[in-house]
């Protein structure tokens, strides 16, 4: 499988943005799909995860209810739908993939990685 972040740049804050990973390869009701981040001089953190036909989602608390995480299928596509931005949320974002049923966290937890899309969001 192979997997390619877009839609990322440069918001306010409180604005939004929504990132797209395509997931091309193998038929993506497969994998179980997730977004990380990693701003400059910090560790990759996970920031949220959606199951393998989007039955559940699973996100950091550091966006809970400002950023939904969805897939159609149908379209190959992952989303992550990002709202009320802030400074903070400024990174690398990166999706991931693994074949395991269930919801993961952990950078472990994913065998696939796309490219990043970066995000910045001004004060």
């Known amino acids: 499988v192979q997997l390619q972040a877009s839609g990322g740049g440069l918001a306010q804050a409180g604005g939004s943005l929504r990132l797209s990973c395509a997931v091309s390869?193998?038929?993506?009701?497969?994998?179980?799909v997730a977004w990380f981040r990693q701003a400059p001089g910090k560790e990759r953190e996970f920031v949220a995860t959606?199951?393998?036909?989007?039955?559940?989602?699973y996100y950091a608390d550091s966006v809970k209810g400002r950023f939904t995480v969805s897939r159609d299928n149908t379209r190959y596509t992952v989303y992550l739908q990002m709202d009320n931005l802030e400074p903070e949320d400024t990174a690398v974002y990166y999706c991931?993939?693994?074949?395991?049923?269930?919801?993961?966290?952990?950078?472990?937890?994913?065998?696939?990685w796309g490219q990043g899309t970066l995000v910045t969001v001004s004060s």
């Open positions: 991931a993939a693994n074949e395991r049923g269930g919801i993961y966290s952990g950078t472990d937890d994913y065998a696939y």
């Open positions: 390869g193998r038929t993506p009701n497969r994998y179980t």
């Open positions: 959606i199951s393998r036909f989007g039955t559940a989602t």
